[in-house]
């Protein structure tokens, strides 16, 4: 059902099923709510403000960061907006502050879609769709983009939901990635190499506590299943509490951000958990990027299970 208010976040499209609750916003598309009876899986916001720190967020058509937000795709230099300027960085893509229109809803599914339209920086129109959906399973995101260009576009893709178990401090977290290697960054969080994390403090391919350990890290050489499917959980080693984010074989990296640059209450309440198709700055390295042809589509699934 569609809740019209006047909210920062704009038009709020709830979904529901069996006891399982989503909202998506309008501004960003973004997954401002999810919950599971009375526990909240999401942290999220309220309708009124702003998306604190990306929480829930699409980045498209790159995730993270481009240093100077200046790149050279098939022979051709583009310049974006710096949306880091601290940083000297252009950050999270283009389509988190527009306003997504409805195109398909249920009571427990809602599609919304974007026109992001050819521009400075970035010259290529694509058609963005996302359907969210939510049932005894969990949420689904299904996402899909379409080049409408002329030429082949670069495409990267990920999204920032920030993930919290009731009651259990960031800290005594058991977390598990199945990642190999992280990226090393510098102090403007761009990557300057990889390493292996087997027997280092960033080695989370077994269940292990956070700890005091700050994170903003890329970890790429990802483990999918038999399915395609890889999956980050974090669990409350007291009980049997979990929150599990899985993604289809389109993702090659895992971002977690143990949330220690936010601020007041959000300071290391949740951990942000980030399934990505291509590392930081991958217009400029064309590591892993996607390139869309004239015309094509590309899609891809991940979610959230208990």
Not at 28 to 35: E, P, V
Request: net charge negative.
């Amino acid at each position: 059902m569609t809740s019209v208010v006047p909210a920062i976040s704009g038009t709020q499209w709830s979904i529901e099923s069996g006891g399982t609750r989503a909202v998506v916003v309008e501004v960003g598309g973004t997954l401002r709510h999810y919950s599971v009876g009375d526990v909240q899986v999401l942290d999220g916001f309220e309708a009124d403000e702003l998306s604190p720190a990306s929480a829930g967020q699409i980045l498209a058509p790159w995730p993270n960061r481009i240093r100077d937000g200046k790149y050279t795709f098939e022979e051709q230099s583009h310049q974006l907006p710096l949306t880091e300027p601290a940083r000297h960085n252009a950050i999270h893509g283009l389509a988190n502050w527009s306003r997504w229109t409805l195109a398909e809803q249920s009571a427990d599914a809602v599609t919304l879609e974007l026109e992001l339209p050819a521009q400075i920086g970035y010259p290529w129109w694509l058609t963005l769709r996302a359907r969210w959906s939510v049932s005894a399973d969990g949420l689904r995101c299904e996402q899909e983009v379409v080049n409408n260009s002329a030429s082949n576009a670069p495409w990267g893709y990920s999204v920032h939901p920030y993930l919290q178990l009731t009651g259990v401090a960031v800290d005594d977290i058991l977390l598990h990635v199945p990642g190999k290697t992280r990226i090393l960054a510098d102090n403007r969080l761009l990557p300057i190499g990889a390493v292996g994390v087997a027997g280092t403090e960033y080695d989370f391919t077994e269940p292990r506590k956070i700890g005091d350990l700050v994170l903003d890290t890329t970890f790429g050489d990802i483990e999918h299943d038999a399915a395609g499917i890889t999956e980050v959980t974090i669990a409350d080693p007291a009980s049997p509490a979990k929150v599990v984010v899985w993604a289809d074989e389109k993702f090659k990296y895992w971002q977690v951000f143990s949330g220690d640059t936010l601020h007041g209450e959000r300071f290391r309440r949740s951990v942000a958990i980030e399934p990505m198709t291509c590392p930081p700055d991958a217009f400029r390295t064309g590591r892993d990027l996607i390139v869309l042809a004239p015309g094509e589509s590309w899609t891809a699934a991940w979610g959230i299970r208990n």
